[in-house]
């Protein structure tokens, strides 16, 4: 099996060994019957492990390359049990644009508990050699960059953060591992928040940890059972059906975010269009060079916060909401909504900024809604 594809429909999906049936059961139990003390098929309590939560790791760590895979409740407890790999007086670098809950996470729940952190612009060289300390344990990369696209150099940042004996997270959200495969671009770790495009339906909250380390994957599966934050069986059952479909849905979102885009950019309101495939995007090489395209996910500029906010409220085909990656078109205004806990810090979004998750729906539809949206 080398495919992508036929890895999301197989991996770790084969018929279910009791009863034939094609798709991977919801094992919908806590606890599983042993036949002495101690003697079980594999699964003694639903915390530990599930059939469910296993396949589903087990598909996510082929797409992703990796040896280990981990699900958990969510993506910011897939970054929490990485983050607690850490121990207190490490020293973490971040971008300076990662998502705002992530920034929320090391800036109210680790730097308190002792993890020391400073969010750089991972772009510049000598501003990274200058925040990089001693005691910098991990270098933490999201690409592309929730809300603002950046795009980060993988492979170069990975060569930096390993020269200094430090590992490479790379938050793989946005892009998915049908775009872009960290791993095989040196990273050491990989978090996904599955309620996105692994998902892809809007319809679960998930997160996910896929590694090759054999050391640092025992204490990732340590803390995924010792601290608990760990998918019921039906929501990782969801997360299982929705990358069946990644490739065709990742390669209807790039191509409607094409059109999109292209009608965003001819259009007089918008200032300035923020994607990775447009060739004046300070990321445009280093995202053609690691990523198969350039994703579903796009965000632009307008004159002030008041033309953006009045545009959020037109859009009719694409829903108001948080959140992305499904099958469906959202707006959103960054600012006061998925943003909104990093208002005032340094990681502060643009009042004038708009962000589309742009699904598969039919794309005339789409550019139309944003023509009648950006009308004066
Ligand atoms: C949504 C998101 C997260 C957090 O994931 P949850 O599943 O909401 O906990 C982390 N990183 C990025 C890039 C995200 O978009």
Redesign the pocket.
């Known amino acids: 099996m080398t495919g992508f594809s036929t890895r999301a429909i197989h991996a770790g999906q084969d018929p279910d060994p009791a009863t034939g049936a094609v798709i991977v059961p919801v094992y919908q139990t806590s606890t599983f019957a042993q036949s002495a003390v101690g003697e079980h098929a594999g699964w003694d309590y639903a915390r530990s492990g599930n059939p469910t939560r296993d396949a589903l790791q087990a598909a996510l760590a082929s797409l992703e390359g990796a040896r280990h895979g981990f699900a958990f409740a969510?993506?910011?407890?897939?970054?929490d049990a990485v983050l607690r790999t850490l121990a207190p007086g490490d020293h973490v670098v971040l971008a300076n644009d990662?998502?705002g809950?992530?920034f929320r996470q090391f800036n109210r729940v680790h730097r308190p508990w002792g993890l020391d952190f400073d969010p750089v612009d991972l772009s510049d060289p000598d501003v990274l050699a200058a925040a990089w300390r001693p005691r910098t344990r991990m270098l933490w990369i999201?690409t592309p960059?929730?809300p603002l696209m950046s795009i980060f150099d993988v492979a170069a940042l990975a060569a930096f953060a390993h020269e200094r004996d430090a590992r490479v997270v790379v938050?793989n959200?946005?892009a998915t591992p049908y775009l872009q495969q960290p791993l095989a671009l040196g990273a050491d770790v990989v978090?996904h928040?599955?309620?996105?495009y692994l998902g892809g339906h809007s319809d679960v909250?998930?997160?996910a940890v896929l590694l090759d380390d054999d050391e640092l994957a025992g204490r990732i599966g340590f803390l995924q059972n010792a601290v608990g934050a760990v998918p019921g069986p039906w929501d990782a059952w969801l997360v299982l059906r929705g990358i069946k479909t990644l490739a065709v849905r990742m390669r209807a979102h790039c191509e409607n975010a094409r059109a999109v885009v292209a009608a965003l950019v001819r259009h007089a309101a918008v200032e300035r269009v923020l994607y990775p495939g447009l060739p004046d995007h300070p990321g445009h090489e280093v995202a053609a060079r690691q990523m198969r395209d350039f994703g579903g996910m796009v965000a632009f500029r307008m004159a002030d916060e008041p033309a953006a906010l009045r545009a959020c409220a037109r859009f009719r085909v694409f829903t108001l909401a948080e959140?992305?990656g499904g099958v469906e078109s959202l707006v959103e205004h960054p600012g006061r909504m998925t943003h909104q806990s990093v208002a005032g810090s340094l990681l502060e979004v643009p009042g004038d900024l708009v962000r589309l998750s742009v699904g598969i729906e039919d794309a005339d539809d789409l550019v139309d809604d944003v023509e009648q949206a950006l009308r004066p």
């Open positions: 969510s993506g910011l407890a897939a970054g990662v998502y809950g992530t999201e960059t929730n938050d959200t946005f978090v928040s599955t309620t996105k909250v998930g997160g959140s992305l």
